[in-house]
């Protein structure tokens, strides 16, 4: 976010694109936004989400009626809808793809995922396909390093990848098949997800598993040992788990 | 000393739907809840304090004293404002717990926000996790339904709202003032302290920012007792935490115990370093935070042994790398996260960690000139400690530790390539790395 050229997703919204999907239903969902927060302002990063779930994109209209409900300038709402990565300034793919290669997944074969989804979609990072299906990006640390090396689907996990799992896995999304996250619901598009990060519920929470092999590594060690973290687990020593 | 695990806040991880309010009532969720509005609220600060719960989100700081600091007489609203926005490269402990067990945060939620009254709270949740975010929203609904949040609560006579915000991708989000900004509806950069958020925090009200674990710490501590929470752990790292081992280990995961932990313990616990390999060194808090060596093994993981080595605890994030690793490239990664996520504000930041990319991507590559290595500390000395935030710390602190215990590994880099001296597909866990390490 620095400025600097080599940052191809950084720059302004794209305002010679003036198409736009946002119709008096999408304006009163942006509104209703509004009313949770005690100042409005506060409300804008969910109606860029919003914004992005309708159009595809953070759009000239979007912004123009971000700028008109919370009673600031166009300006000032470009100015945040370009300092956040998550939101697009040119139309994302159906399925927005990330790749994780901070440190850690990048050597333990983060590097490799990349090069084998380039080379599948025929795109590079920042860009979405000719068929609006994928849009591919270089995520940073996502916070499951114990399931590296990791990619995301419209920001819900795919642990543990490999090359294989990772064409198989573009494949079945292209051929429109049932694709569940290792550790979340089943795949739909990456405007559904932007929609629930707007602060729509789409009352998915009860798919998947409470956690990843991974995350209960320590719980499960301790059941085998008889170790106990509170008093009342007494009871449960040298129980399995 | 013989170590254990303690699992308190993932004891219920592995429970059948372990996010559900039914699931967390029947392994006695909210039972601290009533306890706590049997208090008054500064007897709940004084628990919380004298349990010696410090924070968990990198910095240490004491919970309860940061509570303390919120001005009762101000009659401004206070605001109470969870901090997950878990991005510092090796942290992934929060949003598991975000996942499998949103009502003990949510428990905690309410009983902080009762000890520092506080009639709003919000979850501030990085954007790129759209699960663990859902988990959490339904878990506040059914919070509402149940009358465990809104008005009178369970007959309290205490009123609360929370709200869950989703970021929108920025690490500087976990700055608190960064945060801050950020929640209302700003770029996402750090404010200059003091004043300080207990003081005028969001909307420029007395506010208070902790992190996920800290606030879900806080309804064990009510609920057992202060003495049960600080008989476990250190002289002064009272307590339990989770760690987190990622990398070059048989079982990476989440282990939770009382702090006086060494490294070589959780590693035992986490099976050790993949088979026909050897420890080359580890982060022991996240990324911003010095590395260690296999020399270090016996360290005890708290604050102040952490500390008395040049490093800190941070988030207690583990990542572990094995001899087959580039340091060269380990660390040039870590540096271009931290130039990708320098908010632009401060020059130091936003140039520095620009020609520290540009140093180590010519090292990588062996074309490194004699005297680069230096230019690299130098260039590290002269950023650090300049600017709002300490985000260029971090970057410094990758460089210069990794420099201090792998100089010469950085001076190959004026002739040699690190992927030749170091193939990098040796480290990668499906080319060389043999199935059953993993299985």
Redo the contacts between chains.
């Keep these: 976010m620095s400025g600097h050229d080599d940052y191809t997703h950084t720059g302004s919204v794209d305002m010679t694109d003036n198409s736009t999907r946002i119709d008096q239903e999408a304006i009163d969902q942006l509104t209703a936004l509004v009313g949770k927060y005690p100042q409005k302002r506060s409300a804008l990063l969910p109606m860029l989400h919003y914004v992005q779930a309708i159009d595809g994109r953070v759009s000239p209209r979007g912004i123009e009626v971000c700028a008109e409900i919370l009673d600031i300038t166009p300006a000032q709402v470009a100015g945040v809808a370009t300092f956040y990565t998550m939101y697009k300034r040119r139309p994302a793919g159906k399925h927005h793809i990330g790749v994780c290669t901070t440190a850690l997944c990048a050597v333990m074969g983060g590097d490799a995922l990349l090069e084998t989804v380039e080379r599948k979609l025929g795109i590079t990072t920042e860009q979405t396909t000719e068929d609006g299906m994928f849009s591919l990006e270089k995520v940073e640390c996502n916070a499951a390093c114990d399931f590296a090396p990791v990619m995301m689907v419209n920001w819900e996990f795919m642990d543990n990848m490999t090359p294989e799992k990772a064409e198989q896995l573009l494949d079945d999304l292209a051929e429109g098949r049932e694709v569940h996250s290792t550790r979340g619901p089943q795949i739909t598009s990456w405007a559904d997800s932007e929609k629930v990060l707007a602060g729509i519920n789409d009352g998915k929470a009860d798919e998947g598993p409470s956690a990843g092999t991974p995350s209960l590594e320590g719980v499960r060690l301790a059941a085998e040992k008889g170790w106990t973290g509170t008093p009342d687990a007494e009871s449960q020593k040298g129980g399995d788990s | 000393m013989t170590a254990?695990?303690?699992?308190?806040l993932?004891?219920n991880?592995?429970?059948?739907?372990?996010?559900?309010l039914e699931e967390y009532k029947a392994q006695?969720g909210y039972e601290a809840l009533s306890k706590a509005f049997a208090m008054k609220p500064e007897e709940v600060i004084s628990e919380v304090k004298d349990s010696g719960l410090r924070g968990r989100g990198g910095a240490g700081f004491p919970t309860g004293m940061k509570w303390s600091f919120v001005p009762q007489d101000n009659p401004k609203?206070k605001y109470l404002v969870v901090n997950g926005d878990?991005?510092?490269?090796?942290?992934?402990k929060?949003?598991?717990l975000l996942?499998?067990s949103p009502h003990t945060l949510i428990e905690g939620v309410i009983i902080s926000a009762y000890a520092i009254n506080a009639h709003?709270a919000f979850i501030y949740v990085?954007?790129?996790?759209?699960?663990p975010?859902?988990?959490m929203?339904?878990?506040i609904?059914e919070a509402y339904e149940a009358g465990l949040l809104g008005k009178n609560i369970l007959g309290s006579g205490f009123d609360l709202d929370v709200?869950?915000?989703?970021?929108?991708?920025?690490?500087i989000c976990g700055e608190e003032t960064a945060l801050l900004n950020?929640?209302?509806?700003?770029?996402?950069q750090p404010r200059l302290r003091p004043p300080f958020p207990a003081v005028a925090g969001l909307?420029q009200s007395p506010t208070v920012v902790n992190n996920v674990e800290s606030i879900a710490s806080v309804p064990?501590i009510i609920k057992?007792g202060k003495d049960?929470f600080a008989g476990m752990g250190t002289e002064k790292s009272q307590g339990?935490t989770?760690y987190?081992?990622?990398?070059?280990v048989r079982?990476?995961?989440?282990?939770?115990?009382p702090f006086g932990i060494t490294m070589r313990q959780l590693l035992t616990?986490?099976g050790g370093i993949r088979t026909g390999h050897e420890l080359k060194f580890f982060t022991p808090g996240g990324?911003s935070t010095p590395i260690l060596t296999a020399d270090h093994l016996d360290t005890v993981m708290d604050f102040e042994s952490l500390a008395g080595l040049g490093t800190m605890l941070g988030t207690k994030?583990m990542?572990v790398?094995d001899d087959t690793?580039s340091v060269i490239?380990?660390t040039l990664?870590?540096v271009e996260?931290y130039?990708?996520?320098?908010?632009?504000k401060c020059t130091p930041c936003?140039?520095g960690?620009?020609w520290l990319v540009q140093l180590l991507t010519k090292l990588e590559a062996g074309q490194g000139e004699e005297g680069d290595v230096d230019k690299l500390l130098n260039v590290a000395d002269t950023i650090t400690g300049k600017s709002f935030c300490p985000l260029v710390e971090g970057a410094v602190a990758c460089v210069t530790s990794a420099v201090k215990y792998f100089r010469e590994e950085f001076e190959i880099g004026y002739t040699t390539p690190a992927w030749e001296h170091l193939p990098?597909?040796k480290?990668?866990?499906?080319?060389i790395a043999d199935k059953e390490v993993?299985s």
């Design positions: 254990t695990l303690a699992p308190v993932t004891r991880w592995g429970t059948d739907r372990s996010w559900t006695g609203p878990e991005s510092e490269p090796g942290t992934c929060d949003i598991p996942m499998a709003t990085r954007g790129e996790v759209v699960h975010i859902r988990r929203q339904r878990a609904e709200i869950v915000h989703a970021g929108a991708g920025a690490y950020s929640l209302e509806g700003l770029r996402g909307y064990s057992y049960w339990f989770i987190s081992l990622s990398g070059h079982r990476p995961g989440q282990y939770e115990a616990m986490a990324s994030a990542q790398f690793t490239r380990t990664r870590w996260f130039k990708h996520e320098s908010c632009g936003r140039e960690t620009w990098y597909e480290s990668a866990l499906f080319t993993r």
